[in-house]
C-alpha cells in the first residue's frame, strides 16, 4: 500500500521565519495531497490541498508544491506566528487502493517561538 | 451547524468488555472513516466506508469492527478490547475520499 514520510518530526522557528516541511509518497498514481492541522487537544482540520494536475497551489501564508517525478511535496508557512504552533500532518491518496483510502504520515510538531 | 460528533469523548474500560464508539454526521457525507492516533505514529485509518452498506478495510483493521447502515452513523465496536487498542480514536466523513475530511472532536480510550 501507500507510504507517506514526512520529515522532520519536530521544527522549532522563531515568529516571522519560514517553516518547510516535507513529505514523500511511494504511489506514483497518487494524486490527491491533504495538509491537516492539529491544535494541542483539537481535532485535526484541513489547511489547504493539492491535486495531481498542479505543481503549486497558495492561501496567503501558506502554500503547498508537489513534485510528481519525484514523488514529494512540501508544506510552505511564510511568516510564521506563535498561532501556528501545531501539529501538522500530511497525506495521500493513493491508486492501488482505489482512491479510496487517506494514507499520513506520522505528523511535524511546529513550535513558533515569539 | 454541520459537524461530526462521537460519544464518549472520555472511556476507560477492562480487558475483554465489549464497548461501541458512536460516530454521527448531519453533512450528508457518503464517505466515512475511522482512525487512531498514536504518539510518534500519526493517524492510521481503521475502516472506512464509501456509502451505506459499504465497508473496508484500513491500515490497522485488526481487533475492530464497523457497520454503516445509515449514511449518517458508523459506530466502531471493539468486541473484545485489549491494552494495545488504548488510543486517541478519530471519526472522520467526507463527500469522497478525495475531499476534505470532517473529524469529530476524538475519543479517549483506555483498556486496563
Known amino acids: 500500500g501507500e507510504n507517506v514520510e514526512q520529515h522532520p518530526s519536530t521544527l522549532s522557528v522563531q515568529e516571522g521565519d519560514s517553516a518547510v516541511i516535507k513529505c514523500t509518497y511511494s504511489?506514483?498514481?497518487?494524486?490527491?495531497f491533504p495538509w491537516y492541522k492539529q491544535e494541542l487537544g483539537k481535532r485535526p482540520q484541513l489547511i489547504i490541498d493539492i491535486r495531481s494536475n498542479v505543481g503549486e497551489k497558495k492561501d496567503q501564508r501558506i502554500a503547498v508544491t508537489l513534485n510528481k517525478t519525484a514523488k514529494h511535496f512540501s508544506l510552505h508557512i511564510t511568516e510564521t506566528q506563535p498561532e501556528d504552533s501545531a501539529v501538522y500532518f500530511c497525506?495521500?491518496?493513493?491508486?492501488?487502493?482505489?482512491?479510496?483510502?487517506?494514507?499520513f504520515g506520522k505528523g511535524t510538531m511546529l513550535l513558533v517561538s515569539p | 451547524e454541520a459537524q461530526v460528533t462521537q460519544n464518549p469523548r472520555y472511556l476507560i474500560t477492562v480487558t475483554g468488555k465489549k464497548l461501541t464508539v458512536t460516530c454521527s454526521q448531519n453533512?450528508?457525507?457518503?464517505?466515512m472513516s475511522w482512525y487512531r492516533q498514536d504518539p510518534g505514529l500519526g493517524l492510521r485509518q481503521i475502516y472506512y466506508?464509501?456509502?451505506?452498506?459499504?465497508?473496508d478495510k484500513g491500515d490497522v483493521p485488526e481487533g475492530y469492527k464497523v457497520s454503516r447502515k445509515e449514511k449518517r452513523n458508523f459506530p466502531l465496536i471493539l468486541e473484545s478490547p485489549s491494552p494495545n487498542q488504548t488510543s486517541l480514536y478519530f471519526c472522520a466523513s467526507s463527500s469522497t475520499a478525495w475531499n476534505e475530511q470532517y473529524f469529530g472532536p476524538g475519543t479517549r480510550l483506555t483498556v486496563t
Open positions: 453533512m450528508n457525507h457518503e464517505y
Open positions: 466506508s464509501m456509502n451505506v452498506e459499504v465497508t
Open positions: 497525506a495521500s491518496i493513493g491508486g492501488d487502493s482505489g482512491y479510496s483510502t487517506l494514507t
Open positions: 504511489d506514483s498514481a497518487s494524486n490527491y
